[in-house]
């Protein structure tokens, strides 16, 4: 089902991160923990049409892996690299349940990947996964869904261009998120609700030293472009959190 739902946005989804939110404060914040890139091996874990793994690419990074379920995105991507000629970029089609790699990196990221496990033991393997993949120093640095608040109401984050419906805050739920894009097109993902210490008790239990949530900032550009009021509330109540752990 999810496979099947990412193909279909395949050529859509990047679309989505020309809202102001994942724009001036997902990508933001997910710079600014990943730190510096020079001589850095970087596994992205449901990588998409390879959105992050370009940029970062762009940034300075000497090796990036990107997997992902959906055949689609990953045939985009690879087009792009293609036509970037890059030779230190690749994509595979991997279910991350079932992703196992013999090679070690030192940064592993994934956006927005937590929020479509319905389970804690679905969070404990995909952190082994993270946790395996790692170099002894290395780290992961993952943004999802914000499950901190329950301030969904319908049209909380309207000015943003985003709808997220929450009925039920109870784990395994439903999380309906609806993104409007440019010219009215519209992408429409189903999550999953989880309290965030079935997160953090998942990080810990396969053994990485240090596990913190990292409130999304607001870049400079961001602030000076809309203004301070348009991002009260999405400052206050960010819909999405980042998770930074350490091997």
């Not at 990196?105 to 082994?128: P, Y």
């Amino acid at each position: 089902m999810l496979e099947k739902d990412y193909n279909k946005m395949a050529r859509t989804y990047d679309l989505s991160h020309k809202l102001p939110t994942r724009k001036y404060g997902e990508e933001f914040t997910f710079l600014k923990e990943i730190g510096e890139l020079k001589n850095k091996t970087l596994l992205d874990l449901g990588c998409g049409s390879g959105y992050y793994s370009f940029l970062l690419q762009k940034l300075g990074a000497k090796r990036i892996v990107g997997i992902d379920i959906s055949d689609e995105m990953i045939k985009v991507a690879n087009e792009k690299a293609k036509l970037l000629k890059l030779e230190n970029v690749e994509f595979l089609v991997e279910d991350l349940s079932k992703f196992k790699s013999e090679e070690k990196f030192d940064i592993v990221i994934s956006a927005f990947v937590f929020n479509h496990m319905k389970t804690k033991e679905e969070v404990l393997k995909f952190c082994e996964t993270i946790y395996r993949s790692l170099n002894k120093d290395g780290f992961y640095v993952g943004c999802s869904s914000n499950f901190h608040h329950q301030k969904y109401s319908e049209d909380f984050y309207k000015n943003y261009g985003i709808k997220i419906t929450i009925p039920e805050y109870e784990n395994g739920k439903p999380v309906f998120v609806k993104m409007f894009v440019e010219k009215e097109q519209t992408i429409e993902i189903t999550n999953s609700f989880l309290f965030p210490k079935i997160y953090e008790e998942a990080f810990k239990k396969v053994g990485f030293s240090s596990v913190e949530w990292i409130k999304t900032k607001i870049s400079p550009i961001g602030i000076k472009k809309y203004g301070k009021e348009f991002w009260e509330n999405y400052q206050e109540y960010p819909y999405e959190i980042f998770i930074k752990a350490k091997k």
